[in-house]
T-cell receptor, first 113, second 116 residues
Framework: KQEVTQIPAALSVPEGENLVLNCSFT??????LQWFRQDPGKGLTSLLL?????REQTSGRLNASLDKSSGRSTLYIAASQPGDSATYLC????????????FGGGTRLMVKP | NAGVTQTPKFQVLKTGQSMTLQCAQD?????MSWYRQDPGMGLRLIHY???????DQGEVPNGYNVSRSTTEDFPLRLLSAAPSQTSVYFC???????????????FGEGSRLTVL
């Protein structure tokens, strides 16, 4: 069974710092990996999708990398801002999980002004 | 751009009542799914569908029914609500679901259900 872990569970940083969020998964036979953002009381917003054949994706200040062999992905946020405060989740779509995504528990990020 | 629309946003039920959570998407996505999100448990898949007329169970299907009569709609039915079904429910859709064609998953805003 695919398991997805996100460390740390919570992170507090001052504004302007560059930071890295980690996501690890147990089965490397994935189709893709997706990073989401969730604001309190809201739905999940897709940030980046990395297909299994890709190594990284970038969108603005966000960069996500994927290393299937080691079962890891990182989300890099450059020059963090208070508006980046949210919970960040990663999810993998894998062959051994049927037609469903497996989600990590999320990292709750607080960026202080 | 409507995307994935869920109704209602909030609902309070008494134990034993039934209700339907509605989900509609306007992106012509084949794959649709329902998740519940609970503190400390994360997101768990309830049911999913890979096309009209095709549905399957996820991790936590008990107490819920679904149907998919059209590509656009994927309602979730609670037949006899229980306090354990108090949760936030999310509908999500994607254009692809197979190894050859997996796509980005788009979520609705959620439906917060309380069962007394």
């Amino acid at each position: 069974k695919q398991e997805v872990t996100q460390i740390p569970a919570a992170l507090s940083v001052p504004e302007g710092e560059n930071l890295v969020l980690n996501c690890s998964f147990t089965d490397s036979a994935i189709y893709n990996l997706q990073w989401f953002r969730q604001d309190p009381g809201k739905g999940l917003t897709s940030l980046l999708l990395i297909q299994s054949s890709q190594r990284e994706q970038t969108s603005g200040r966000l960069n996500a990398s994927l290393d299937k062999s080691s079962g890891r992905s990182t989300l890099y946020i450059a020059a963090s801002q208070p508006g980046d405060s949210a919970t960040y989740l990663c999810a993998v779509w894998a062959n051994n999980a049927g037609n469903m995504l497996t989600f990590g528990g999320g990292t709750r990020l607080m960026v202080k002004p | 751009n409507a995307g994935v629309t869920q109704t209602p946003k909030f609902q309070v039920l008494k134990t034993g009542q039934s209700m339907t959570l509605q989900c509609a998407q306007d992106m012509n996505h084949e794959y649709m799914s329902w998740y519940r999100q609970d503190p400390g448990m994360g997101l768990r898949l309830i049911h999913y569908s890979v096309g009209a007329g095709i549905t399957d169970q996820g991790e936590v299907p008990n107490g819920y029914n679904v149907s998919r009569s059209t590509t656009e709609d994927f309602p979730l039915r609670l037949l006899s609500a229980a306090p354990s079904q108090t949760s936030v429910y999310f509908c999500a859709s994607s254009y692809g679901w197979s190894k050859a064609n997996t796509g980005e998953l788009f979520f609705g805003e959620g439906s917060r259900l309380t069962v007394l």
